[in-house]
């Protein structure tokens, strides 16, 4: 897989992230801790495309916030 593939990869796991977020079900608590992470995981992101980190340990840990969310 190359890098472009895991930044678009990583993309659409941010967006699934601020779907969830955006969930009216979930308690107020728990959309600020979601919110707290995405922003986190977008200015990763924006490092990751920059090469500043290594696009395969962002998506080893945007996986693993992903898989605690389930």
Do not use: C, W
């Amino acid at each position: 897989m190359t890098n472009d593939q895991k930044l678009e990869l990583i993309q659409s796991y941010i967006d699934d992230i601020k779907a969830y977020a955006d969930n009216e079900d979930m308690p107020y608590n728990e959309k600020q801790h979601i919110r707290r992470a995405l922003t986190a995981y977008e200015d990763l992101f924006e490092d990751t495309k920059r090469g500043k980190i290594d696009p395969d340990v962002l998506h080893e840990n945007i996986t693993s916030f992903l898989y605690m969310l389930q």
